[in-house]
């Protein structure tokens, strides 16, 4: 089945950088979407993307949704310590097919 | 507006046990997802339902069988537990069966 590779696998960064995260796929997802996780909560929807090649921006947070359709990457400016937590992508192939592939998450930790 | 509700937030079991979880769609949404979420890794796949019946299924056992009431509430059922069936259950909702889904907080099951 299909598989998201996401990297890196955890980040330690102090208040104030940039992050990047992606995720890359050897078949096509037609949506990608990027939660965040919190301890003891499920995830939460920060962005989702539509077209290959659409850029979108949530507040610091902005995503981009792969030419291939095969990757994505998120970034986040001005890292905060509340930015704390698992970051899944996850993707879509779409077709009447509901079977939701998520990443493995990245683990960010923010020093103040 | 109340988001996802599942119930119980946290379950012990014994192998061999069954056992039921509950979960309540955001208001408004008319599908219901459930999702497995090993220690450490992305939430996976286990079906859908849609007009109370389930429409797609995720690679897992006939042990896990589910049902969607006309309130569009649904349950999830796991016979013969099995210690690997430790994990924490997501349920997400949405409206329709395409992607932007709304996840719960997950019930968190240990088979001891």
């Known amino acids: 089945g299909q598989q998201l590779n996401q990297s890196p696998q955890s980040m330690f960064i102090q208040e104030g950088e940039d992050v990047s995260m992606n995720c890359t796929s050897s078949s096509i997802f037609n949506t990608w979407l990027w939660y965040k996780q919190d301890p003891g909560e499920g995830p939460v929807l920060l962005i989702a993307l539509y077209k290959a090649g659409e850029l979108t921006s949530n507040g610091r947070l902005t995503a981009q949704f792969g030419i291939t359709r095969k990757d994505s990457f998120l970034n986040i400016s001005a890292s905060i310590p509340s930015d704390v937590g698992i970051y899944f992508c996850?993707?879509?192939?779409?077709?009447?097919?509901?079977?939701?592939?998520f990443g493995a998450g990245t683990r960010l930790t923010v020093k103040p | 507006d109340a988001g996802v509700t599942q119930s119980p937030t946290h379950l012990i079991k014994t192998r061999g046990q069954q056992v039921t979880l509950r979960c309540s769609p955001k208001s408004g949404h008319d599908t219901v997802s459930w999702y497995q979420q090993a220690l450490g890794q992305g939430p996976q796949f286990i079906f859908q339902?849609?007009?109370?019946?389930e429409r797609q299924r995720g690679n897992f056992p006939d042990r896990f069988s589910g049902h969607q009431f006309p309130n569009y509430s649904s349950e999830l059922n796991v016979n013969a537990l099995l210690l690997g069936d430790s994990a924490l259950y997501l349920c997400?909702?949405?409206w329709g069966t395409g992607g932007g889904y709304t996840f719960g907080s997950g019930t968190r099951l240990t088979v001891v």
């Open positions: 997400a909702s949405s």
């Open positions: 996850a993707g879509l192939t779409g077709r009447g097919n509901n079977d939701m592939r």
């Open positions: 339902y849609y007009e109370e019946e």
